[in-house]
């Protein structure tokens, strides 16, 4: 049908153009609570698009799941941030995505909203005023 032909070729065009599900290097901002500063590192983090569906029949009380771009595999890193005043301790620990996959989101590991804050987003950017 004209229909399965559309989808078919939605899904062709969508897989084209999108980025595949992958590692990618990224700038992250480390920052931590009584530290003046925040301090970008370079790290690899899971970031591209996966083939998703959503049912045209919702059945009640029944789970779709949508697939993102996740950590397959990953390790951790720890950072000292300098500028720290003395009582508070300056080491940071942030995570470094070995492998990619398109699964459900972990909420342990990612963020999972819908839109989040910039990988090198920093709070101590932000003016505050009394």
């Known amino acids: 049908t004209s229909n399965s032909h559309l989808g078919l070729t939605l899904l062709i065009f969508s897989c084209h153009f999108l980025p595949p599900c992958q590692l990618i290097n990224q700038t992250v901002s480390l ?3 009584g530290c003046p500063s925040c301090h970008p590192v370079e790290t690899t983090i899971c970031s591209g698009h996966c083939i998703t569906k ?9 789970n779709v799941y ?6 397959r595999d990953l390790s951790y890193k ?5 500028d720290c005043p003395p009582g508070v ?15 459900r989101c972990a909420m342990d590991t990612s963020d999972c909203t819908f839109e989040s804050l910039q990988p090198d987003f920093c709070m101590n950017d932000i003016p505050f005023y009394y």
């Open 31 to 33: 920052e931590k609570e």
């Open 54 to 62: 959503d049912p045209v029949i919702k059945i009640p009380f029944s």
């Open 66 to 71: 949508q697939h993102v771009c996740t950590y």
């Open 78 to 82: 720890t950072f000292e941030l300098p």
């Open 89 to 103: 301790d300056p080491t940071v620990t942030y995570p470094v995505a070995l492998s990619c996959h398109c699964g």
